[in-house]
């Protein structure tokens, strides 16, 4: 697995983000940053002044949820739920597409 863009980042330009979006609920739309005090602090001073109200709760639920471990197991299931179904898609793809038809196997991820 390739690092992120963060981990080579020697001046402190790249925010490392992400979301539980895709792995959990779409709907929770609760995501991530990693970066320094100053710019984190500086980004929950705008979101304060942007936001109406947060969704705190599903925060608190989601944080207990990552730090008793079930996060990490959620993933493992879901890893081994997509790489099963990219298994059948590439079976599938090669047994009924065209030969006119070319395709490449993805090197990584879960999508063609």
């Given amino acids: 697995m390739a690092l992120p863009i ?3 980042d020697k001046h402190w330009i790249v925010l490392y983000l992400g979301t539980f979006s895709k792995a959990l609920f779409p709907s929770t739309r609760i995501g991530w940053i990693a970066d320094d005090k100053v710019c984190i602090d500086c980004l929950i001073a ?4 942007c936001q ?5 709760r599903s925060q608190l639920v989601l944080n207990l949820f990552y730090r008793l471990g079930y996060y990490d197991l959620h993933l493992k299931k879901m890893h081994r739920a997509f790489r099963k179904r990219m298994k ?3 079976e599938a793809m090669a047994e009924y597409m ?3 038809i070319t395709w490449t196997k993805p090197e990584g991820g879960y999508t063609f």
Avoid: D, L, W
């Fill in 52 to 56: 109406i109200s947060g969704n705190y």
């Fill in 46 to 49: 705008i979101n304060r002044f």
């Fill in 88 to 90: 059948a898609a590439m």
């Fill in 98 to 100: 065209p030969a006119t």
């Fill in 6 to 8: 963060k981990s080579m």
